[in-house]
């Protein structure tokens, strides 16, 4: 069984900042590319951020420049840091990794049960 924990999200004004982490944890062999996604009310879930295990990472344009994100491999941990927030920044925010469990054949897809970030004032 394997699990990815997030945690960070919460009411923050607009130019506010806010940092996401996810931790994953249970039988891990590896974990490869790990990213951020969000889903707004009445949209779809859209990308926000991918680090792959060597760091290269990539962002969405609605958020360049303005989130970072980095993992630490030893905690088997992704982080978003978030700042100059915008109303538009509002949603669900969901971690994602690949990951090669104990007993498996190949790579497998996990999410987070996801946090709310809300931007307002």
């Known amino acids: ?4 924990v997030e945690s960070g999200g919460g009411l923050v004004q607009p130019g506010g900042s806010l940092r996401l982490s996810c ?9 490869n590319t790990m990213g951020w996604y969000r889903q707004a009310p009445g ?3 859209e ?9 290269s ?11 970072t994100i980095s993992r630490d491999n030893a905690k088997n941990t992704v982080y978003l840091q978030m700042a100059s927030l915008i109303p538009e920044d509002t949603a669900v925010y969901y ?9 498996a054949s190949n790579w497998r897809e996990v999410w987070g049960q996801g946090t709310l970030v809300t931007v307002s004032s």
């Open 1 to 4: 069984q394997v699990q990815l």
């Open 23 to 31: 931790a994953a944890s249970g039988s891990i062999i590896s974990i």
């Open 43 to 45: 949209k779809e879930r």
């Open 47 to 55: 990308l926000v951020a991918t680090i792959s295990r060597d760091r």
């Open 57 to 67: 990472t990539n962002y969405a344009d609605s958020v360049k420049g303005r989130f």
């Open 95 to 103: 971690c994602n990794a690949w990951i090669w469990v104990t007993g």
